[in-house]
């Protein structure tokens, strides 16, 4: 079955220990990116990478880093989690669209962040 | 800059209804747009996803339009049923090198038996 898989689920965390949410795909999609979905701000890009070893920021990429060394993964790393990270986190996959193939995206189910 | 707003922000309907919701986006320049489904504090579904150069796509009792030129897609849903009830977003697909979708604030919908 094709899917985005994140973990985990749900974390509680406390200020200032590293935490990392994963995220793999089985698509073999080359577009990967990282939202975080807050109540009254809608979805919003964190990161994103074309390819292996290729990432770059979107709209709110202060407080978090990104990997990309093999295709199917690509974790979110918080190196020192605050408060205002408190959110709702979905990872997304999708071929590129400049390789000419369907570029539906599809999204993780979710990982419910609280910081403390 | 891509803004896309949802219209209405809620929607509370008896079962059975027609119904549209809309989406608009401010700069025409996409590769496609998709419609999702969020049921509360859960993932996004994919429901419908329309190529730039589509005018629509129906699966089942959804059908999605497209009207690039005027920066406006609407999503229909016949036949409601309570089921239906969860928040629709509408994201578009930027032709910036950046790719990345720029989602609308959704639309709650309420479908009552």
Redesign the interface.
């Known amino acids: 079955e094709a899917q985005v898989t994140q973990n985990p689920r749900y974390l509680i965390t406390v200020t200032g220990k590293k935490l990392t949410v994963t995220c793999s795909q089985n698509m073999n999609h080359e577009y990967m990116s990282w939202y975080r979905q807050d109540p009254g701000l809608g979805l919003r890009q964190i990161y994103y990478s074309m390819n292996v070893e290729v990432t770059d920021k979107g709209d709110v990429p202060e407080g978090y880093k990104v990997s990309r060394k093999e295709k199917r993964n690509f974790p979110l790393i918080l190196e020192s989690p605050s408060p205002n990270q408190t959110s709702l986190y979905f990872c997304a996959s999708s071929f590129r669209v400049d390789r000419g193939r369907g570029t539906e995206a599809f999204f993780g189910q979710g990982t419910r962040l609280t910081v403390v | 800059k891509q803004e896309v707003t949802q219209i209405p922000a809620a929607l509370s309907v008896p079962e059975g209804e027609n119904l549209v919701l809309n989406c608009s986006f401010t700069d025409s320049a996409i590769?496609?747009l998709?419609w999702?489904r969020q049921d509360p504090?859960?993932?996004?579904?994919?429901l419908l996803?329309i190529q730039s150069s589509q005018r629509e796509q129906t699966s089942g009792r959804l059908n999605a339009s497209l009207d690039k030129s005027s920066g406006r897609s609407t999503l229909y849903i016949a036949a409601s049923q309570p089921g239906d009830s969860a928040t629709y977003?509408c994201?578009v697909?930027g032709?910036g090198s950046?790719?990345?979708?720029t989602?609308?604030?959704?639309t709650l919908l309420t479908v009552n038996p």
């Open positions: 590769y496609n998709q999702f504090g859960k993932g996004l579904t994919s996803l977003l994201a697909r032709s950046n790719y990345k979708l989602f609308g604030k959704g």
